[in-house]
């Protein structure tokens, strides 16, 4: 048995996971209100005791520690370098965690862990080559080449959501224009709609003097399914850039399967039947076998599982 946890922004989850990828027993701490990483890390510790409790209890044996981290992991020195939304920047996380329960442990990327969960016991269990892509509030994504994650020499690589793929009219929180993130996650969705009716574009879903204020990345998807005129736009031009960024991920690296995963993706065939037709016509090699497209499975679960079984694909 291996223990994954998934750290958020609000709350640390942990699970007890079976060599098949089967959660057999999960565990949450609330994190809201704590300040500094000291706190956290108690509270993380608190999270893992409770987890070992319950598998002595059981009779089970934990083999390794697995943790997925929403932002830059050394995998080497089990550091956290940066999570900006937890105000994190060279942590000892991963190291703090094997000296005092000793077992090997693990850290890797949220996005990184998600894809290695579909590919333990989702939409990609059984191909050796994939790429998942989460698309949320920004866009994230997990290579898998032979079965086995790359993340480059310096284990930086994989940021598929700040691939430039176009102009935009916003700026990235990176710095850069043009980040495919701010084209097809759900905050670049709800910019793009706004501003259509800041334009003046016809739409029904909102009429006062806020404008889109309010209106989610589903209610878009809603109106546009519905024919709503600005949603419409808004989704059709998503649909455009993710293809394009799709199209260079396949032309790179000629996965078996792109997995998507996020809120974006619970459109479901609705997208992915746009996203596919905007990315067959960029491929270089339109001949032979054909890199599948499918909507990632696991949801809510993919982080315990994912980092749980990260000891696997390292």
Not at 21 to 28: K, M, Q, R, S
Not at 36 to 55: N, R
């Amino acid at each position: 048995m291996r223990i994954g946890i998934d750290v958020g922004g609000m709350s640390f989850k942990g699970g007890i996971v079976n060599p098949e990828g089967e959660i057999l027993y999960t565990h949450v701490e609330s994190t809201a209100g704590l300040e500094g990483y000291a706190a956290m890390e108690e509270k993380l510790f608190i999270l893992v005791d409770q987890l070992l409790a319950k598998a002595k209890a059981q009779a089970w044996t934990i083999e390794s520690i697995g943790v997925g981290v929403p932002g830059l992991a050394d995998v080497e020195s089990n550091m956290v370098v940066y999570c900006t939304n937890l105000g994190w920047n060279n942590v000892p996380l991963g190291a703090h965690l094997k000296a005092r329960y000793g077992l090997p442990t693990f850290m890797d990327n949220d996005a990184t862990v998600a894809g290695i969960a579909e590919s333990a016991k989702g939409c990609t269990k059984g191909v050796a080559n994939s790429v998942f892509i989460t698309l949320g509030t920004g866009v994230g994504g997990g290579i898998i080449v032979n079965g086995k994650v790359t993340s480059g020499a310096h284990n930086k690589g994989s940021e598929i959501g700040h691939m430039i793929v176009g102009d935009n009219f916003y700026t990235c929180n990176c710095g850069n224009n043009g980040c495919l993130e701010t084209f097809a996650s759900a905050t670049a969705l709800m910019k793009d709609f706004q501003r259509r009716i800041e334009a003046g574009e016809a739409t029904a879903l909102c009429v006062d003097a806020n404008g889109a204020k309010g209106v989610t990345a589903k209610d878009i998807f809603d109106g546009a399914k519905a024919g709503d005129p600005a949603a419409e736009m808004s989704v059709t031009r998503l649909a455009k850039y993710l293809g394009i960024g799709l199209a260079n991920v396949v032309n790179m690296l000629d996965p078996e399967v792109i997995a998507l995963g996020g809120g974006v993706s619970k459109a479901g065939d609705f997208l992915l039947n746009q996203v596919e037709a905007e990315m067959r016509k960029r491929l270089v090699f339109k001949e032979g076998d054909q890199t599948r497209l499918e909507i990632a499975q696991l949801s809510n679960d993919a982080g315990i599982i994912g980092a749980a079984m990260l000891a696997n694909y390292k």
